[in-house]
Nanobody, 117 residues
Framework: QVQLVESGGGLVQAGGSLRLSCAASSSIFIFNDMGWYRQVPGKQRELVATITRDGSTNYADSVKGRFTISRDNAKNTVALQMNSLKSEDAAVYYC???????????WGQGTQVTVSS
């Protein structure tokens, strides 16, 4: 089964940028939908952005115009470029691969994003 590993999180000042990367241990071409989610303590995990195999994207309203998701099927990676970061963007960010045969999907271990004001 595929394993997902996120990287790129860290501490950034409000207004700054970070680029998250998700590396898969095997081909992501089999996954039509991949995405990024985030979670803060005490709250449910929420959708940030998704991307289909052919590059169609979907974003949470809160990140539209600031975040960009991309996908490289040849390199088995999914990235999230985050610009104009706000304090409310601070969270643990998780990479996800949606699989019809696995209701819970595949998840990475998460990467922490901290935004200082």
């Amino acid at each position: 089964q595929v394993q997902l590993v996120e990287s790129g999180g860290g501490l950034v000042q409000a207004g700054g940028s970070l680029r998250l990367s998700c590396a898969a241990s095997s081909s992501i071409f089999i996954f039509n939908d991949m995405g990024w989610y985030r979670q803060v303590p005490g709250k449910q995990r929420e959708l940030v952005a998704t991307i289909t195999r052919d590059g169609s994207t979907n974003y949470a309203d809160s990140v539209k115009g600031r975040f960009t998701i991309s996908r490289d099927n040849a390199k088995n990676t999914v990235a999230l470029q985050m610009n104009s970061l706000k304090s409310e963007d601070a969270a643990v960010y998780y990479c996800n691969a949606f699989a019809p045969w696995r209701p819970q999907g595949y998840w990475g271990q998460g990467t922490q994003v901290t935004v200082s004001s």
